[in-house]
Nanobody, 126 residues
Framework: QVQVVESGGGSVQAGGALRLSCQVSENSYNTRCMGWFRQAPGEGRERVATIHSVSGTTYYVDSVKGRFSIALGSTKSTMYLQMNSLKPEDTAMYYC???????????????????WGQGTQVTVSS
């Protein structure tokens, strides 16, 4: 069973930065599409950023473009989300997920049926 573990959340003031990390227990065809999602209280889950470990293709939701950056570690079993210029509206539980999808679908996938972590809380105060 693939395990996914997030870390790096915390509380910061607006304008600050955080880096989230995600460790996936295997780097394989089954986990080639990886992504970050977030869910604020009372809101639906939102796809924040995705990256495909084979093609390198990335996706960002419009609200984080230019502020967040997704990247893979050297082993491709670790994924990072560098979050700069944080805003109060970025406050949410952030989840890491991995699934087997081709590059074009990785950008739009809901990751339903994939492997998910338990989440890490990010709180941005004004």
């Amino acid at each position: 069973q693939v395990q996914v573990v997030e870390s790096g959340g915390g509380s910061v003031q607006a304008g600050g930065a955080l880096r989230l990390s995600c460790q996936v227990s295997e780097n394989s065809y089954n986990t080639r599409c990886m992504g970050w999602f977030r869910q604020a209280p009372g809101e639906g889950r939102e796809r924040v950023a995705t990256i495909h470990s084979v093609s390198g293709t990335t996706y960002y939701v419009d609200s984080v473009k230019g502020r967040f950056s997704i990247a893979l570690g050297s082993t491709k079993s670790t994924m990072y989300l560098q979050m700069n210029s944080l805003k109060p509206e970025d406050t949410a539980m952030y989840y890491c997920a991995a699934i087997n999808r081709p590059p074009w679908e990785c950008k739009i996938s809901s990751f339903h049926g994939g492997y998910w972590g338990q989440g890490t809380q990010v709180t941005v105060s004004s």
